[in-house]
């Protein structure tokens, strides 16, 4: 680079996508904070209310149980994906033969639309004849058939399955990249110590793996503070609200309940959440690499 | 990694395995053959002859050609000034960028919406292209600035000694060396774009300009009771994502990896 003498025109070159982040992004997050101390409907005249907004949403238990459904979702969802995945990998190296078709059959549901695999299990959990059903009757495990998101109980942990079931490749796909990246040297000498595949596992790549660890944490917390479609697709939030999400409670009160105000101060919640984790998380991972 | 496997280490392993794909494929396999249950081939015909599902095909393929093709360039052009200039602020600017990666969409529907409504945008394409273009600007800028990063400074610095203004190292260097990964970035953008969901849910409501994620919805109440017909939409609507999943696998897995491993 040219030293001590700065490329002003690097300024053009970064306006253009930065019009649609301003446009989109910013001013959005701005105009948040700005209609969250309104009371509006979205068309008629705002009435300047300060923080009543947020105050409501402290006293409402509907926003407590959403914010519970989200931390219960990224409970389940989080540690199963990462230990598949974790599990998938390992499988994909002990063998030689099909690996891409398995790995393929695995990764798919990762790219395929949500309103596809959300569908489909939508058909599956169909208490009467849906297949999980059918399937337990058919071993005569009949008491096992359950309502599944048709049930208060059980709603939000069947959907955090298939979330499980669609996200699975790519946890999977993370740490088969880093278990190839670590050297072979270290297996050779491990077996030159006896160790067996128990043993490598978790004696070695385990902790060998803390960083793709990490990281894919933080990435499944972001991820799951982001899903809408999966539960708006299979639930609308239901049963009797046992699936209500912090994002389907916000696009409800803003979209069909004409709340501007009200949704905004959730989304200004929701925004300060991703924000002070992605801060306290990358602080972490720092302090973890060092 | 493993080596030599003892035979019960070995069949256990592969017991596991096949286990556990065929969890994985009995879903893929239960919406081939409930697609297929009815009228074979004919639920295929039924969908293909609706004018609207067509009518969705083409929205989405507009929508997905639009995001792709602009946010590639768009993104290419700012990680190129982020990788290998300087100016003031510029790692701030770059953060800010990244900002989009940690937002939840569903937290920017207010606003969104307003804006959206001010420019005169819904039941436009614009309203699908402008968010996701905005959004996913992110993601692609962190794969192709570190991918940017790696080319050697030396090249540039000749092709200025050469009398190469920005824009031509732009066109001569960046363009030809970063074809992988703006690649990757595409296929990555096109996936998502093509799978949006939010977007179409929110903004639009003439059923002329939805997309083609929003066909099942739309047909579930259009034609109740038919959901073999639902279905075989639905396999229908996948095929662009499995052909580009074949085809693109080696970009995919590296942008993938890329963007989370650095």
Not at chain 1, 220 to 241: Q, Y
Not at chain 2, 33 to 45: A, D, P, T
Not at chain 2, 222 to 243: C, G, H, Q, R
Request: aromatic content about 16%; charged content about 15%.
């Amino acid at each position: 680079m040219t030293r001590g003498k700065y490329q002003w025109i690097g300024y053009a070159y970064v306006l253009p996508i930065f019009l649609f982040l301003i446009l989109f992004v910013y001013f959005g997050i701005v105009y948040n904070v700005y209609i969250s101390l309104f009371e509006w409907d979205g068309i008629g005249e705002k009435t300047f209310i300060g923080l009543q907004n947020y105050l409501e949403m402290f006293r409402d238990p509907k926003v407590y149980e959403a914010l519970l459904h989200t931390f219960q979702f990224m409970a389940i969802s989080v540690p199963c994906s990462m230990l598949l995945g974790f599990i998938f990998a390992l499988l994909l190296h002990s063998i030689r033969r099909f690996a891409d078709a398995i790995k393929a059959v695995i990764f798919l549901p990762y790219v395929m639309a949500i309103i596809v695999i959300g569908i489909t299990f939508q058909m599956i959990y169909e208490p009467n004849y849906g297949l999980l059903n059918e399937a337990l009757r058919s071993v005569h495990l009949d008491g096992l058939a359950r309502q599944w998101i048709g049930s208060r109980n059980l709603a939000l942990a069947s959907i955090a399955a298939v979330y499980v079931y669609s996200h699975a490749g790519f946890y999977m796909l993370l740490y088969y990249t880093s278990i190839l990246n670590i050297n072979a040297e270290v297996f050779e000498a491990a077996e030159m110590d006896g160790a067996g595949a128990l043993t490598k596992i978790t004696r070695i790549v385990a902790p060998l793996l803390k960083s793709t660890h990490i990281i894919l944490l933080i990435l499944g917390v972001i991820a799951t503070l982001k899903v809408f479609e999966l539960v708006w697709i299979m639930t609308g939030g239901g049963p009797g609200g046992a699936t209500e999400l912090l994002s389907t409670f916000v696009f409800r009160s803003a979209l069909l309940q004409f709340e501007q105000g009200y949704s905004a101060a959730i989304s200004v919640l929701m925004l300060m959440i991703a924000l002070v984790y992605t801060i306290f998380q990358l602080k972490s991972y720092d302090k973890a690499r060092r | 990694m493993f080596g030599q496997l003892k035979w019960w280490e070995k069949s256990t392993f592969h017991t596991v395995l096949l286990v556990s794909v065929s969890v994985w494929a009995v879903p893929l396999g239960f919406l081939l053959y409930y697609s297929w249950k009815g009228e074979g081939i004919g639920n295929y015909v039924a969908v293909l002859r609706l004018e609207l599902f067509t009518k969705f095909l083409q929205n989405s393929a507009i929508v997905s050609f639009f995001v792709v093709t602009l946010l590639v360039l768009l993104v290419a052009l700012a990680s190129f000034a982020f990788s290998k200039m300087e100016f003031p602020g510029r790692d701030l600017l770059f953060y800010l960028a990244l900002f989009g990666l940690m937002i939840p969409p569903s937290a920017m529907l207010v606003p969104l919406f307003q804006t959206i409504k001010a420019f005169g945008w819904i039941n436009t394409y614009m309203s699908l292209i402008g968010p996701e273009i905005a959004l996913m600007s992110s993601f692609a800028m962190l794969i192709t600035r570190n991918f940017f990063d790696e080319i050697p400074n030396e090249l540039f610095e000749a092709a200025r000694i050469d009398g190469a203004g920005t824009f031509k190292q732009f066109a001569h260097i960046i363009v030809p060396l970063g074809k992988p990964i703006l690649t990757t970035a595409g296929i990555i953008v096109f996936l998502h774009s093509w799978n949006e969901y939010l977007m179409p849910l929110a903004f639009i409501s003439d059923k002329t300009m939805l997309t083609i994620t929003m066909a099942p919805s739309h047909f579930i109440d259009e034609y109740t009771a038919n959901y073999n017909k639902v279905f075989a939409a639905m396999v229908l609507m996948s095929i662009p994502i499995i052909l580009l999943y074949l085809f693109g696998q080696k970009y995919l897995q590296r942008g993938l990896t890329s963007g989370a491993i650095k």
